[in-house]
């Protein structure tokens, strides 16, 4: 697997960019991160993005940066959590790119981001019915992940030893 990129996909507030960007400078690997080349692309915020153009717009340059992204090698991507929505964008980052779905309780996702405003998806409405709602809807989205590793109650550098150990037996060996 020397060459493929380490996919990180899992819902909102699980830690993917902050875990990936530390994996990345572990393992000597390019960090991208869907949502920011997002925001790179259209010069706007994700709230502003869905605010302004609403979801369907946002999925649609979610998509195709995610075709930019798919094409890179030795890079740790981090994505949004709606990636898995759309089959094709795991089709394609799946190309050249093992798939690790970091999983948590609702519990811990619950904490995570009930406080948090910048997630335009539960920002609306009263945000512990949205992400319970969410959740309940996602619960067989991530599903598509090659391994998956339970994030709850490990700390980022500890999450980071697991996906290294899981690495080296698919022959990583910067890990
Ligand atoms: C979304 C997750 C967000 C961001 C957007 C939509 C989702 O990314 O892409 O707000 O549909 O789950 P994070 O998972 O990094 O919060």
Redesign the pocket.
């Known amino acids: 697997m020397t060459n493929k990129n380490i996919i990180l996909i899992?819902?909102?507030?699980?830690g993917?960019?902050s875990i990936g960007r530390m994996l990345a400078d572990k393992i000597d690997y390019d960090f991208v991160?869907?949502?920011q080349l997002?925001e790179a692309k259209t010069k706007s915020t994700?709230?502003q993005l869905?605010f302004e153009k609403g979801?369907d717009y946002?999925r649609q340059v979610?998509a195709e940066v995610v075709e930019e992204v798919a094409l890179n090698s030795k890079s740790v991507i981090?994505?949004?959590?709606?990636?898995v929505?759309n089959p094709s964008n795991i089709v394609k980052l799946r190309q050249n790119g093992i798939i690790i779905h970091l999983n948590a309780s609702n519990e811990t996702i619950i904490k995570n981001l009930v406080n948090d405003k910048?997630?335009?998806?539960i920002y609306d409405g009263n945000m512990l019915e949205r992400i319970t709602t969410?959740l309940e809807e996602?619960k067989y989205c991530y599903d598509c992940y090659d391994a998956q590793i339970n994030v709850d109650g490990l700390t980022v550098e500890g999450i980071n030893d697991t996906i290294c150990d899981l690495l080296k037996g698919n022959g990583l060996n910067e890990c």
């Open positions: 899992g819902f909102m507030g699980v993917k960019s991160d869907t949502d997002i994700i709230k869905f979801e946002f979610e981090a994505t949004g959590g709606g990636v929505l910048s997630r335009p998806l969410l996602r």
